[in-house]
């Protein structure tokens, strides 16, 4: 058997990639790597088929390989999958790159065929020479560990079985195999971030720096240890710093501040929640803000809430936490509706007996506002009273049943509760004759049918 072959078999049971048991389906292009990959699982013994993606970006070259693929297919008598994709148009849909597009169209398909056809994996040709370019692609765009140690050999269904090998010895066993296989006049275009990696900035690095991509390699395999090292670590710190609260996160900001690297440590938290590295400076500066303040993705909010920052769902009806802010009018949370409105009082102030109805002195209010669940240690000065109370006692006294009491949410301005909400609003903020502006703030509670 070919020294490559047993080489290759060994990598592939060393990393525990695949078995003879699985059926794999191979991504076939039909260039040189590819075919190399074909030629490898068929001289091994192993059980496969093969996928064609015709991204129909190259007119004639395009029909050319999908024939070439298919008299491979026949050539090892395995079933093929071909697909045809109008690549262009996709793009111009989604407002993505031709070559994100293809990637996006040719891995749904894929995903589709493992389960559909009963694969156990998908197989790529990718080989050292990618890794390294996707390396450094990453570094000089800006990426945390992850993107410094590239792609890995195996990463769900996902399998790249000649990572570890340069693309010389797959062009040698090639040639030595007298294997055939097409050209991708595309590869030779340098208007690809890749090709102007592969044909440009390494050979120019290469003859400055000779054995540069046997360094590289060996940072790719010092990266990935780095990056199981780092996670280890993050796991560490996330174990101190977490303590989650129903669909929230919060986390105590002296100990997030005394944490180090806290950047790294704060970033590695909060990009789980769709936070991009662009919004770390904003959200680091959430440790030294006032009560209230908060950032948003596209899902969730980080609140500085006061000795804490609270990672909480952005929709409002599973967020307990809710941030209002002076713009806004209507407000829905689990319990209800609430309705926000401001004038000038006329005359004589309105006195107000419905406890769904809270009149409050706005000069004496700081937005944003939030609403969140009562909680122990609450206290607040109950309207007609001048001393203060435990929210938890205040409710006793209601004689609330304890389902009714778990329901029970506060406002709350500047770490001062403004009102029990349905219930009592506080004394200190209570409208008087002197009061240039009112806030009506009315209860609207859940209707059941």
């Known amino acids: 058997m070919d020294n490559f072959i047993s080489r290759f078999q060994a990598s592939v049971k060393r990393q525990s990639l695949f078995t003879k ?39 004639a070259e395009s029909e050319r390989d999908e024939q070439f693929v298919k008299a491979l297919a026949d050539k090892y008598q395995k079933s093929i999958w071909i697909r045809k994709f109008d690549t262009k148009d996709y793009a111009d849909q989604q407002g993505v790159s031709i070559q994100v597009a293809a990637r996006d169209l040719r891995y749904r398909w894929f995903e589709s065929l493992l389960e559909k056809e009963k694969f156990n994996f998908i197989l790529t040709a990718h080989h050292l020479d990618d890794n390294i370019e996707t390396m450094l692609m990453h570094f000089f765009r800006g990426t945390g560990i992850a993107g410094l140690r590239g792609m890995i050999p195996k990463q769900g269904k996902l399998v790249r079985p000649l990572l570890a090998f340069p693309r010389s010895e797959l062009s040698s066993f090639a040639k030595a195999q007298s ?36 360094n590289l390699e060996e940072n790719l395999q010092r990266f990935a240890e780095t990056e199981i090292l780092y996670a280890q670590a993050i796991e560490q710190h996330k174990k101190k710093l977490l303590k989650p609260v129903g669909t929230e996160m919060h986390i105590p900001v002296l100990l997030l501040k005394k944490s180090e690297p806290v950047r790294s440590i704060f ?49 409002q009806n599973i967020s307990e936490h809710i941030i209002i802010g002076s713009d806004q009018s209507v407000i829905d949370f689990p319990e209800g509706t609430l309705l926000l409105k401001t004038f000038q009082p006329q005359g004589k102030a309105e006195i107000v007996k419905d406890p769904a109805v809270a009149m409050l002195d706005e000069d004496k209010i700081r937005f944003p506002l939030m609403l969140r669940k009562w909680k122990a240690g609450d206290y607040f000065y109950p309207l007609g009273m001048k001393k203060k109370k435990k929210i938890a006692r205040f409710l006793i006294d209601l004689k609330l049943s304890k389902t009714a009491k778990e329901k029970v949410w506060v406002l709350e301005s500047d770490q001062r509760i403004l009102w029990v909400v349905g219930h009592r609003i506080d004394d200190r903020l209570a409208v008087s004759p002197a009061a240039k502006k009112i806030l009506k703030i009315e209860l609207r509670m859940l209707q059941l049918v």
């Open 179 to 214: 294997l055939a296989w097409v050209e991708d006049s595309s590869n030779e275009s340098d208007k690809y971030t890749r090709n102007y990696f592969r044909h440009k900035l390494i050979p120019d690095v290469e003859a400055v720096f000779p054995g540069t991509l046997h």
């Open 267 to 315: 970033y590695e938290i909060i990009r789980h929640y769709g936070f991009s590295s662009g919004q770390l400076e904003d959200c680091l500066k959430l440790l030294d803000a006032e009560n209230g303040k908060y950032v948003s993705s596209h899902f969730h909010r980080i609140i500085r809430n006061r000795a804490w920052l609270i990672i909480a769902p952005s929709q």
């Open 21 to 59: 048991a699985d059926r794999l389906l191979l991504a076939v292009s039909g260039g040189m790597d590819s075919v190399v990959l074909a030629a490898c699982c068929q001289q091994a013994g192993f059980d496969f088929g093969i996928a064609h993606a015709n991204f129909q970006m190259r007119g």
